[in-house]
Nanobody, 116 residues
Framework: QVQLVESGGGLVQPGGSLRLSCAAS????????MSWYRQAPGKERELVAT????????NYADSVKGRFTISRDNAKNTAYLQMNSLKPEDTAVYYC?????????WGQGTQVTVSS
């Protein structure tokens, strides 16, 4: 059974940091491109960051460049999103996605709220 389980969300003050995790099971994690998306209330889901299967290539949305870092540990079947210098506009539900060819899986999401 395929599963992607996000964790690490929560309430943080502006300027703070959080580290999200995405634990995968039920498929060959190491060959999948992993991505993080987010969706704020009333807005469309947007791509935040992507990392290639081998972990050597990453891409980021302009809004998070220099503040967020995506990484993965293929030995642990886990992807991460380190979020620093958080802003209120980063508030959203964060989802991880695994994709390989026509196969695509999503997690259930984890809430991140940035507020004082």
């Amino acid at each position: 059974q395929v599963q992607l389980v996000e964790s690490g969300g929560g309430l943080v003050q502006p300027g703070g940091s959080l580290r999200l995790s995405c634990a995968a099971s039920g498929f060959t994690f190491s060959i999948y491109t992993m991505s993080w998306y987010r969706q704020a209330p009333g807005k469309e889901r947007e791509l935040v960051a992507t990392i290639a299967s081998a972990g050597g290539s990453t891409n980021y949305a302009d809004s998070v460049k220099g503040r967020f870092t995506i990484s993965r540990d293929n030995a642990k079947n886990t992807a991460y999103l380190q979020m620093n210098s958080l802003k209120p506009e980063d508030t959203a539900v964060y989802y991880c996605k695994a994709k390989w060819l026509r196969y695509e899986y999503w997690g259930q999401g984890t809430q991140v709220t940035v507020s004082s």
